[in-house]
C-alpha cells in the first residue's frame, strides 16, 4: 500500500531534498479548490512525464486576491485532498507570494525537470522563463477543460 504524499510548508522544503532528488521531478502549481474532474486529468497527465510529482499549492490569501473570492475549503484541507491521491508525492503549502521573485526561487529550490502546465495558463511565460533558467522544460499537457471550474461548479448551486 502506498503512503499519502508528504505535505510540507514552504520554509521547511529544504529539509525534504533528499526525498526528490535524484528524480524526474514534475512540478504542478494551483489553487485545486474544489477538486473536480479537469484537475484530476490534469494531475494524471502531469504525473506521465516524470518520476516524482510535486503540488505547488496557492494560500488562502492567494485565492482571496486572485480569484475575487474566499476558498471553500482552506489550504491545509486542500492538501489533504490532494494527499489521497496515488499520483501526487509531494504537495507544498505555498505562502502567498507577491512576485515571480519567489515563484523563481521556488522553481530553483525544488528544480523540476518539467513544469507541466495547462494550454492557456496566464502564467505561461512566467513558467517557460523560471524552468529555462534551470535547464528544465515546460510541457503543456491538458487542454483547457472550460466545462469543468471551481467557478462554474460553484455558480451551480446559487
Known amino acids: 500500500m502506498r503512503k499519502k504524499a508528504l505535505i510540507v510548508s514552504f520554509n521547511k ?3 525534504y531534498q533528499p526525498v526528490f ?5 514534475v512540478l504542478v502549481g494551483g489553487c485545486f479548490d474544489l477538486l473536480h474532474y479537469g484537475h484530476l486529468q490534469f494531475i ?3 504525473k506521465k512525464t516524470g518520476e516524482f510529482l510535486v503540488v505547488a499549492l496557492e494560500s488562502d490569501e492567494f485565492i482571496k486576491k486572485n480569484k475575487r473570492a474566499a476558498p471553500i475549503h482552506n489550504q491545509k484541507e486542500r492538501a489533504e485532498i490532494l494527499s489521497s491521491l496515488n499520483i501526487v508525492d509531494l504537495i507544498i503549502l505555498l505562502p502567498y507570494f507577491s512576485s515571480n521573485k519567489e515563484y523563481f526561487q521556488m ?3 525544488i528544480s523540476p525537470k518539467i513544469v507541466a502546465v495547462t494550454e ?3 502564467q505561461l511565460e512566467n513558467k517557460r522563463k523560471q524552468i529555462k533558467q534551470i535547464g528544465g522544460q515546460l510541457k503543456v499537457v491538458t487542454p483547457l477543460l472550460k466545462k469543468f471550474s471551481t467557478r462554474k461548479i460553484i455558480s451551480e448551486f446559487n
Do not use: M, N, S, Y
Open 44 to 46: 494524471k497527465k502531469a
Open 120 to 122: 492557456g495558463d496566464p
Open 107 to 109: 522553481v530553483r529550490t
Open 21 to 25: 532528488q535524484g528524480k524526474k521531478i
Open 13 to 15: 522544503i529544504r529539509l
